[in-house]
């Protein structure tokens, strides 16, 4: 089913409208008759079971960052790790639009559906968070099980010496490199999850060394051609085995990263219900698809599920 358009809110410094109505749970009074008829279906199938939810940029949109393949999205080609490592053009390219992204992300904050899960957490009802986002929002609105799939956009890591930095020094770094730049570029157009910003003039942009040994810098989270380090996908497949159901929510789950916890949860037959506007590739996995807005649906399935019972939680273990 198609849920109606909301109303659209106030706008975030550097973002636009965020399209969301901010205010108390998005209950009924936000929700058309079939809505809620949908909401009730997933809190009737998920009542009384802990659950494991898998977050994608679909979530974040409500808090101003434009999602990758959404019904509105303006089409990506994100860098993958092979070209960042080899290509000294391409690799300035993607720091000079980084240095712009990253000063627009970090103003993000977290919207109704991150502060849901904190819900849902706090009444017990999650085994935990697996999020494939970077902009860190689900720890900024206060969840304390997440695991950063993808690792976050507020670190460095040198690719030669493995030391981390936080973002921040490295954005003092790049500014004195490059004085007047963030002047220059400022109004960036879009800003894709990962910081990547729309921006052209980046020829003339000095790149950082790792201020330890000289090596090669880059944002400590998974491009495109990267694995995802072992133990975050085994603490992952931990939360889900933990669980009674799995709920997805705004992810297209177009990367294996995300889709390979639909395939195991449906394979140990638990419930698996997907909030997404637009076709996943999990579709076929799921016990209840809905195409509704993330955060308002959240939002309901926060005050409307039941307590969760260990009697009906059952994990499984790989």
């Known amino acids: 089913m198609t849920s109606s358009p909301l109303p659209h809110a106030s706008s975030l410094p550097g973002f636009g409208t965020t399209g969301f109505v901010r205010g108390e749970p998005a209950a009924a009074s936000s929700l058309t008759a079939s809505q809620l008829t949908s909401l009730r279906g997933v809190a009737d199938l998920l009542a009384h079971l802990r659950l494991t939810v898998l977050t994608g940029a679909g979530l974040s949109t409500d808090s101003g960052i434009p999602d990758y393949r959404g019904p509105n999205s303006v089409p990506r080609n994100p860098m993958t790790y092979q070209q960042f490592v080899g290509d000294d053009a391409l690799r300035r390219r993607y720091w000079a639009r980084n240095h712009i992204g990253w000063h627009h992300l970090r103003r993000a904050h977290p919207n109704d559906g991150h502060r849901a899960l904190v819900r849902m957490e706090q009444r017990g009802l999650l085994t935990g968070l697996i999020t494939q986002n970077v902009d860190r929002l689900h720890s900024s609105a206060g969840s304390t099980k997440v695991v950063d799939l993808h690792g976050t956009y507020d670190r460095v890591v040198c690719l030669s010496c493995r030391t981390l930095f936080s973002r921040q020094d490295i954005a003092g770094l790049l500014e004195r490199l490059n004085p007047g730049y963030l002047e220059r570029t400022g109004n960036a157009g879009d800003v894709a999850p990962d910081a990547d910003a729309d921006v052209d003039d980046t020829s003339d942009f000095m790149v950082a ?60 037959a638990k419930p698996v219900v997907i909030i997404n506007r637009g076709a996943t590739r999990g579709d076929d996995f799921a016990s209840l698809k809905l195409e509704l807005g993330v955060s308002e649906s959240l939002a309901y399935l926060a005050d409307a599920l039941p307590g969760a019972t260990t009697e009906e939680v059952g994990p499984a273990r790989r």
């Not at 040994?213 to 085995?241: Q, S, T």
Request: positive net charge.
């Open 209 to 268: 060394p790792c201020p330890v040994c000289g090596g090669m810098l880059k944002p400590d989270f998974v491009y495109f051609g990267e694995n995802v380090p072992k133990d975050r996908v085994d603490r992952a497949y931990a939360m889900v085995d933990d669980a009674g159901a799995l709920l997805v929510a705004g992810s297209s789950l177009t990367v294996m990263s995300g889709l390979r916890f639909v395939r195991h949860a449906a394979k140990q």
